[in-house]
């Protein structure tokens, strides 16, 4: 009864569910930062080339601007539709590249089918009052019907663990959800100091909240006779066949046999034949000479005891149900220069955002046991995570080539290395050892930077046609890049237009799809002493619907 022996660690179990590590959606959803939205209007969908806007939509992307319309109330109202499938891959292939993953395939799927924009301003000869609401963060939620390579890694490395007893393969169930809303109200004044200069300055109010649903459960392998059987029993098999191994050596060390071997022991007539075959096959299978001292060995089979019944827990079926929630304030300042009839030219800083989340879990995950047997969950009631928003600043600039055309340009750059996104690294082997926070400079090479251009054309009095692309960097190195959480190089463009239906009320479409450029990594995953370095490669795609209506006063 003591054939049974694994070279499985604790550790890759507790990557399975990393939430808080990654915080899966609080990024963008679309072309913006790495944790911000600019997509913030239908007509961006359209042009996705507004910080110099002077249209309602100024509110967000322009305050100081907003002194460009004509005086009494405007109001915006858009949404946008938006689709995002996400696609991972994991080549991990286990010892001599025999086993591994059943499908080295994941893939996720983020749907924000509403994702509203409104804005109101009222505008006096010298002065602007704007309101604002925006989805400033976030918006959706990812959704992996088959979990993640990070869930899967370990539970394949069941089978070479347990090819010596006739393991063939495995099966389990796991799912992932997490969803991520940053919504901001902002409200600020504008003011116009002479016909070329105004300025504005404003709040914006962010709450955050994260959601994270999973499980993984019913984790089995196919052992001889084609019989399907749950990792957690042969696990809590071994740990009784090591207890009942336990129990006898201890008696037999308060019979004041410790210091014999088990056939030193049989040679006095202690023990019989079988029972020192029985006592040596557990020291051996648990990798020791069988002719170790029995007191030496009664410490070996309770630790290994011990090793099968954390292994046990792990394996278990296991959910998670957790929420974070929290909220911070966003100072803006905005300056609007038109030097020129036919130039303007926009400049905005939002300064960075502080956010504290605090946990509420519904459901604990255990992901890692001491050595003394206390339990490492995930998700603590109450524990305090960092998510902030990092300081951005926007340039733009308009240039009417003539009455029916615009051309536009401008740049977002985020000081993401300055922030706290509440990043975590796990850089050991053992499992009694937390994940540890790692600061944003340590996992982002660059700050994040677009650049935006678009062109925008009158048909006629009622109709307009627009088209525009943003270019943006990655930033990010392999060390922030995971399943659960990557940033990738995108480029984007958009096409719609606008049709007045009269002076003072206008209607934006739009269509976007966004590109991003494929990155990979090798990952590390160890199995017994040995560490495997699978190549993993993230990669996504967006496309977007806009529509919205302006209307003044």
């Known amino acids: 009864m003591f054939l049974l022996k694994l070279n499985l660690k604790t ?37 996705p080339s507004r910080n110099a806007s002077v249209n309602i939509d100024a509110a967000y ?4 601007g907003l002194m460009k319309l004509g005086n009494g109330l405007h109001v915006s109202v858009s949404n946008q539709s938006i689709f995002q499938t996400r696609t991972i891959k994991n080549w991990y292939e286990g010892p001599g590249n025999a086993y591994g993953l059943n499908d080295n395939v994941y893939d996720g799927t983020v749907t924000a089918i509403v994702f509203p924009d409104i804005y109101a301003v009222y505008k006096l000869d010298k002065l602007a009052f704007s309101l604002g609401f925006t ?37 389990l169930d796991a799912y992932f959800k997490g969803s991520s809303t940053f919504l901001g109200l902002q409200g600020a004044v504008s003011y116009k100091v002479n016909e070329w200069l105004s300025v504005a300055a404003g709040l914006r109010y962010v709450t955050a909240k994260n959601t994270y649903e999973g499980h993984l459960t019913d984790i089995e ?21 090591y ?31 079988a029972q020192r075959a029985q006592f040596e096959g557990a020291l051996v299978a648990a990798g020791f000479p069988a002719a170790t001292p029995i007191a030496t060995a009664d410490a070996i089979y309770k630790g290994t005891a011990l090793k099968y019944t954390q292994n046990s827990n792990l394996l278990t079926d296991q959910t998670a149900d957790a929420t974070q929630s929290g909220s911070g304030v966003t100072p803006i300042f905005s300056v609007n220069i038109s030097p020129s009839e036919n130039l303007n030219i926009a400049v905005k800083y939002e300064m960075a955002t502080k956010l504290d989340l605090e946990n509420e879990t519904a459901d604990d995950f255990l992901i890692g046991i001491q050595a003394d047997g206390t339990e490492i969950t995930m998700f603590p009631n109450g524990a305090m995570n960092r998510n902030d928003m990092p300081a951005m600043l926007s340039v733009g600039l308009d240039y009417n080539v003539s009455s029916a055309v615009k051309l536009s340009i401008g740049s977002n ?29 340590e996992i982002i090479d660059n700050n994040g930077f677009s650049i ?44 719609g237009g606008a049709y007045n239906f009269s002076e003072k009320i206008q209607l934006n479409l739009g269509f976007g ?14 199995l017994g002493t040995s560490l495997y370095k699978p190549i993993e490669s993230y990669g996504k795609n967006t496309m977007m619907v806009g529509i919205g209506l302006d209307f003044s006063f």
Request: proline share 4%; charged share 15%.
């Open 61 to 64: 992307y322009n305050p100081a």
């Open 221 to 241: 392998v196919l052992m001889p006779g084609d019989i399907w059987t749950r990792a957690d029993a042969i696990m809590t098999s071994a740990a009784g066949s």
């Open 513 to 526: 799809y966004t590109y991003y450029k494929t990155d990979e990594k090798y990952v590390n995953h160890t």
């Open 243 to 273: 207890n009942t191994a336990a129990a006898g050596s201890t008696a037999l060390v308060a019979g004041g046999a410790g210091t014999l071997t088990f056939a030193q022991a049989q040679g006095a007539g202690i023990i019989s034949a």
């Open 11 to 47: 550790k890759p179990m507790r990557k399975l569910l990393t939430f808080i590590a990654a915080i899966l959606l609080t990024g963008s959803l679309f072309a913006g930062g790495l944790v911000t939205n600019t997509n913030q209007s239908a007509a961006w969908v359209r042009l």
């Open 452 to 495: 935006q251009a678009g062109i925008e054309g009158k048909v006629n009095e009622k109709l307009l046609l627009s088209c525009g692309y943003v270019w943006a960097n990655k930033g990010v190195n392999e060390k922030y890049q995971s399943d659960l959480t990557y940033g990738l190089g995108t480029q984007t463009v958009g096409l």
């Open 135 to 171: 989805p400033i963060g976030g918006g959706g939620g990812a959704e992996y019907l088959k979990g993640l390579p990070s869930f899967e890694m370990s539970p394949s490395d069941l089978v070479p663990s347990l090819k010596a007893q006739g393991a063939s393969a495995y099966r």
């Open 413 to 441: 750059y985020f000081f993401d290395k300055a922030a706290d996104y509440g990043h975590k690294v796990d850089h050991d082997i053992n499992s009694a050892t937390p994940s540890i926070p790692i600061a944003n400079s």
